[in-house]
Nanobody, 127 residues
């Protein structure tokens, strides 16, 4: 098993940046494909980005492509989500997730693919 704890959320003006972190403990971090999802009140959780075990391959939702960057540092057991040019529509609770899948695939876009979840961190973008 792995335990995940997010940090780095907060309030930022439109056009600003934030970097979220997802600290993992438990089983070896590099065993897991990592993903970031977000959820607004009254809406379903939606995919944001995912990264493979080595960090050499990534996936992004169209809505964040070119603005957000997912990365990981396996030596520090941490995944990151760098968010630039933030928009009010990016306001949500952001959660990281881990899956024991061996690589990224079409399944990586879906919440059911992930086995472990953090508690989430609030990101609020003001206009």
């Amino acid at each position: 098993q792995v335990q995940l704890v997010e940090s780095g959320g907060g309030l930022v003006q439109a056009g600003g940046s934030l970097r979220l972190s997802c600290a993992a403990s438990g089983r070896t971090f590099s065993y897991y494909v990592m993903g970031w999802f977000r959820q607004c009140p009254g809406k379903e959780r939606e995919f944001v980005a995912a990264i493979n075990r080595s960090g050499g391959s990534t996936l992004y939702a169209d809505s964040v492509k070119g603005r957000f960057t997912i990365s990981r540092d396996n030596a520090k057991n941490t995944a990151y989500l760098q968010m630039n040019t933030l928009k009010p529509l990016d306001t949500a609770v952001y959660s990281c997730a881990a899956t024991e899948s061996t690589n990224l695939s079409g399944r990586s876009y879906h919440t059911r693919e992930y086995d472990y979840w953090g508690q989430g961190t609030q990101v609020t973008v003001s206009s």
